[in-house]
């Protein structure tokens, strides 16, 4: 089996963003700032706030986590967006109704909405392009390729296939719901899995020496698990993310990244 580690990319594309900030920090006298809104209580949201204010930390972007009601959210987004301290905002998703999700993410400016999912977003989303730069730094050509998303969700299927189609690649997509997902699946020479479904993608779904991308989230036991099965990891003959360190440090790096620019295109707005 062929891993495909995220977390040792993670750390060549944290030393670059060090750099990045401290010449930010230096140069301009600009602090990059992220802000993160949180409206429900979920063990497994806890633990990526953790992870994102150590990560930035480590690169000196401050994080700002704001724990509030859903019905305070539009008041805090409209404050956010006018402090100029501020040049990153998310709103971390699942809300307690999900249902405002898309008039809610809305509210923030584009030139701070670092996840990219307002209307007429100016970024990337993070996981989808966690899961190109995945891709590239392992040297996965897409090209010629039979790429299958499955999962059509608004953090990472459809803006995945938006970025796969920009780049000259037309993938086929797939959801959980799928008549035909084992045969899709058997198919396909890539597969990017972002269902949160736990074990919906298993062994004899997929072809030999392909390869396999799990950005999927669930929680299992208590335990955050991906949409993979634990038989796949028994194939040796896949190119396949860990389940620890694929996507989910890469998606950390890619959030920063759009918030180091945010705060570097600040400066040239001023």
Not at 57 to 77: C, F, G, K, Y
Request: with cysteine; hydrophobic share 45%.
């Amino acid at each position: 089996m062929r891993s495909l580690n995220g977390a040792e990319l993670a750390e060549y594309i944290k030393q670059r963003q060090v750099q990045q900030v401290r010449g930010l920090r230096q140069a301009n006298g600009v602090a990059p700032k992220l802000a993160i809104i949180v409206t429900v209580e979920n063990k497994v949201i806890d633990v990526y706030m953790r992870l994102k204010q150590q990560y930035g930390a480590d690169i000196a972007v401050d994080v700002d986590v704001h724990r509030v009601s859903q019905t305070e959210v539009p008041a805090l987004i409209a404050k956010l967006n006018d402090d100029l301290t501020v040049h990153a905002i998310i709103l971390q998703l699942p809300l307690q109704d999900p249902a405002q999700t898309d008039e809610l993410t809305a509210l923030v400016l584009p030139e701070k909405d670092v996840d990219g999912l307002g209307a007429q977003p100016n970024f990337d989303p993070a996981t989808p392009l966690a899961v190109m730069w995945l891709l590239a730094g392992y040297n996965i050509d897409l090209r010629d390729k039979s790429v299958l998303i499955v999962g059509r969700g608004k953090l990472v299927g459809r803006p995945l296939e938006k970025l796969m189609l920009a780049s000259g690649v037309t993938p086929r997509i797939s959801t959980k719901e799928t008549n035909d997902l084992r045969e899709a699946c058997l198919e396909a020479d890539v597969i990017i899995t972002a269902t949160g479904v736990a074990g919906l993608i298993t062994a004899d779904m997929i072809k030999e020496k392909a390869v396999v991308v799990d950005a999927g989230v669930a929680s299992e036991g208590g335990k955050t698990v991906g949409d993979l099965a634990p038989d796949v990891y028994e194939r040796d003959d896949l190119t396949l993310t860990p389940t620890r360190g694929g996507v989910g440090p890469m998606t950390v790096c890619a959030l920063f990244d759009n918030t180091i620019i945010a705060a570097r295109r600040s400066i040239q707005a001023s």
